[in-house]
């Protein structure tokens, strides 16, 4: 995939500079978007071949701003990866119209806005790829995540309408991530009176008894991104070691 150019929501951190640098290492040309202020640092460590654009997502202005920067330096966007996002922990009725609006806009409606604008670039070089970065959550939830669990689930729809309208020129995918050990994980962990603990019950919940790191999404989105990958389109792909496919109750003893 050399010299191609990549967008990356949220890839100063996590998951998100787990994919910068894959596609990094593999040789390509990649835009950062977000609002991170370790993010113009980030060139200086990955080299030249990595672009910090401070973009708030889910701002339309801000995204149309930074895919032209975008555009001008690198070239037109062969992959664009929907991956900025935030976590909040709240049943429906405590959840505040703001922080509703809030996760919305930052998971959600910042896919869409980046899409827009990223589309009629991938139109001009003759195709391209979306990645959305949804989660588990789209299949299995958890209590007090329902605005989160809404809008990782939403995005599968977001996912199959640009599939179906822009195909066969642009191919759209969802990676739907099990646990993985970022900033998010570790935030939300220590939120807990007992982090070792509820890391432990992470761990204990995945089939395969580990949680996952920024490198294993990060090597299948550039394997989705890849001429390997071209009869992907308009599926959710989990990768999650093994999270809630058991039964409660089925292991025999
Ligand atoms: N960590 C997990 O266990 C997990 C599991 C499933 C899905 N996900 C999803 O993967 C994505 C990345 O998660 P993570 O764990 O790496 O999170 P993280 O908090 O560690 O990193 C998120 C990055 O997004 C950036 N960001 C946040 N709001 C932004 C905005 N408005 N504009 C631009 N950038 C913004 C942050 O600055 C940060 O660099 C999210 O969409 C998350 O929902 C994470």
């Known amino acids: 995939?050399?010299?191609?150019?990549?967008?990356?929501?949220?890839?100063?951190?996590?998951?998100?500079?787990?994919?910068?640098?894959?596609?990094v290492r593999g040789g390509c040309r990649v835009t950062i978007l977000d609002i991170d202020e370790s993010g113009p640092r980030l060139g200086e460590r990955l080299g030249?071949?990595?672009?910090?654009i401070y973009c708030d997502v889910a701002q339309e202005q801000m995204v149309s701003d930074a895919l032209s920067e975008a555009i001008a330096r690198f070239g037109e966007v062969e992959v664009l990866i929907n991956n900025a996002g935030i976590q909040r922990y709240s049943t429906v009725t405590e959840t505040t119209e703001e922080e509703w609006d809030l996760v919305m806009n930052v998971n959600l409606k910042s896919a869409f806005f980046c899409a827009k604008h990223a589309?009629?670039?991938?139109?001009?070089?003759?195709?391209?790829?979306?990645?959305?970065?949804?989660?588990?959550?789209?299949?299995?939830?958890?209590?007090?995540?329902?605005?989160?669990?809404?809008?990782?689930?939403?995005?599968?729809?977001?996912?199959?309408?640009?599939?179906?309208?822009?195909?066969?020129?642009?191919?759209?995918?969802?990676?739907?991530?099990?646990?993985?050990?970022?900033?998010?994980l570790r935030n939300a962990i220590a939120l807990s009176p007992d982090p070792a603990e509820v890391y432990n019950e992470c761990v204990d919940m995945h089939l395969l008894k580990k949680i996952g790191v920024p490198s294993d999404i990060g090597e299948l989105a550039y394997f989705l991104a890849g001429e390997n990958a071209g009869f992907f389109t308009g599926q959710a792909i989990r990768v999650d070691g093994g999270l809630g496919i058991r039964v409660d109750g089925s292991k025999r003893s």
Request: proline share 5%.
């Open 48 to 52: 030249k071949q990595v672009h910090f």
């Open 1 to 23: 995939m050399n010299h191609r150019h990549i967008i990356i929501t949220g890839g100063a951190k996590g998951i998100g500079l787990g994919c910068v640098e894959a596609f």
């Open 119 to 184: 589309i009629p670039s991938m139109q001009r070089r003759g195709g391209g790829i979306v990645i959305n970065i949804s989660s588990v959550q789209a299949f299995v939830s958890q209590e007090k995540v329902a605005p989160y669990t809404t809008s990782k689930t939403a995005m599968l729809g977001l996912t199959r309408s640009i599939a179906i309208d822009y195909a066969p020129q642009i191919r759209c995918v969802a990676i739907c991530p099990g646990t993985v050990d970022t900033p998010m």
